[in-house]
């Protein structure tokens, strides 16, 4: 069960604290300048919203007089990033994977950032690992976006696969066997089409602890 979250606004079309990405994400699509956070537990993010995100960046001294906090410690701390949704290419694909166990069964789709429309799925493939399903829903955005032209960014959430993606090769202990041959034929392809073709578009990382879960995400952590 994924987890949950509490989203403060504060600068959108209704500032607050919502209880999912959904509803946080109706108060900042297309608003010009705002300012939003997930955090871990209420608490948390009712002090951050009565604070507001300039002093939750650090940039004024505390009420007893401290020392003020350095704003480069601010900017690397995973506590202390504020989202601007400028930083995020709502003209994008977002990828991300469903599993039933891992390994088990793995599906994955790519999804318009913006609207959360499902562009492309596959699956359920019978065995196989969340990372070899990411790896393949990179590709597939990749291929999806090549034959229509496209030089939109792609995002994710798999490091890994990422990885996997410059190498051009999926580095999995996954064993070959009967069980695993959908998915190692579709990974097979997908080294195929990385190893034949080129691409300009960016494949980004995309920022969980700041913008909540990913557009693509199937609630199952």
């Known amino acids: 069960m994924a987890k949950q979250k509490y989203y403060v606004v504060w600068v959108g079309n209704v500032p607050g604290i919502y209880t999912s990405w959904g509803d ?10 705002a ?16 604070a507001g995100y300039k002093n939750y960046w650090g940039q004024q001294s505390s009420s007893g007089g401290g020392t003020k906090t350095s704003s480069s ?15 995020i290419d709502y003209d994008s694909i977002s990828v991300d994977v469903g599993t039933r166990g ?10 318009d950032t913006q ?7 596959c699956g359920p493939i019978p065995k196989g690992t ?3 399903g990411e790896f393949l829903a990179i590709v597939h955005a990749l291929a999806y976006l090549k034959k229509l032209g496209s030089n939109k960014t792609v995002y994710t ?12 090769k999926a580095v999995s202990t996954l ?25 300009e578009n960016k494949v980004l990382k995309w920022q969980t602890k700041v913008w909540g879960e990913i557009k693509a995400d199937y609630g199952r952590k």
């Open 24 to 33: 946080c994400q109706q108060q900042v699509n297309q608003f010009t300048g």
């Open 35 to 50: 300012k939003f956070k997930a955090f871990e537990s209420r608490d948390e993010a009712e002090k951050a919203f009565a």
């Open 73 to 87: 410690y601010k900017r690397n701390s995973s506590a202390a990033v504020v989202a601007d949704p400028g930083e």
């Open 102 to 111: 891992n390994p088990g069964p793995v599906e994955y789709k790519g999804v």
């Open 115 to 121: 609207t959360g429309d499902v562009l492309f799925s």
């Open 130 to 132: 969340n990372n070899l």
């Open 157 to 168: 959430d798999s490091m890994n696969a990422m990885k996997w993606l410059k190498q051009k």
């Open 175 to 199: 064993p070959r066997d009967a069980s695993t041959k959908e998915i190692w034929d579709l990974v097979d392809r997908a080294e195929h089409w990385l190893r034949t073709n080129t691409y």
